[in-house]
């Protein structure tokens, strides 16, 4: 059974940085690429960056363009979220999710783990 | 950016009753590069469906997928108990994919 574990998350001041990691288990991790989507607590859904199964290829959105950086490392079955320069509206859930394919790019999502808690606040 | 515009935003229905849910994009999608997630209350999202029709694995047959280019359609053609949720589209032909506000399905 595909099982995503979420770490990392917690209160940071704005400007400061926090890396998310995810652990994953019950399916071929490098087989598939993998994202980060977000969730502000009570709202919707926003995609934040993507990974290929070999790190050749990466997405991001604007919002979080040159401050996060996604990796991975396939021998650990890990997921990464570098996140610098934090700030207030970055604060949310922050979900590790299993796109449907190995290239990041057109995918749907086909396993969530439960989610790390980020909140930004002086 | 293509904009995904779900309605209604709350859905307050009975058991039993059929559920029609909509999604508009502000361009068209392609391929139908649309998936639905239903989400409940302190729950990751589970994906529905995608490629706009096609069901996941051990979604019930109660649940239908439909439309193309710039409008689709999620239908639960009755509503059980455990349904009573929060439902999001995804559209993933063009970056970054992006989802719709949410429509609520409620117990009336």
């Known amino acids: 059974e595909l099982q995503l574990v979420e770490s990392g998350g917690g209160l940071v001041q704005p400007g400061r940085s926090l890396r998310l990691s995810c652990g994953a288990s019950?399916?071929?991790?490098?087989?598939?690429?993998m994202h980060w989507v977000r969730q502000v607590p009570g709202k919707g859904l926003e995609w934040v960056s993507g990974?290929?199964?070999?790190?050749?290829?990466?997405g991001y959105v604007d919002s979080v363009k040159g401050r996060f950086t996604i990796s991975r490392d396939n021998a650990k079955n890990s997921l990464y979220l570098q996140m610098n320069s934090l700030r207030v509206e970055d604060t949310a859930l922050y979900y590790c999710?299993?796109?449907?394919?190995?290239?990041?790019?057109?995918?749907?999502?086909?396993?969530w783990g439960q989610g790390t808690l980020v909140t930004v606040s002086s | 950016e293509i904009v995904l515009t779900q309605s209604p935003g709350t859905l307050s229905l009975s058991p039993g009753a059929r559920a029609t849910l909509s999604c508009r994009a502000s361009?068209?999608?392609?391929?139908?590069?649309l998936a639905w997630y239903q989400q409940k209350p302190g729950q990751a999202p589970r994906l529905l469906f995608y490629?706009?029709?096609s069901r996941a694995t051990g979604i019930p047959d109660r649940f239908s997928g439909s439309g193309s280019g710039t409008d689709f359609t999620l239908i639960i053609s009755r509503l059980e108990p455990e349904d009573f949720a929060m439902y999001y589209c995804?559209?993933?032909?063009?970056?970054?994919?992006?989802f719709g506000q949410g429509t609520k399905v409620e117990i009336k």
């Open positions: 999710v299993r796109g449907d394919s190995s290239g990041w790019y057109r995918n749907w999502f086909d396993g």
């Open positions: 361009q068209s999608v392609d391929s139908s590069f």
């Open positions: 995804q559209q993933y032909g063009s970056s970054p994919g992006t």
């Open positions: 990974i290929s199964w070999n790190s050749g290829s990466l």
């Open positions: 019950g399916f071929t991790f490098d087989d598939y690429a």
């Open positions: 490629g706009a029709s």
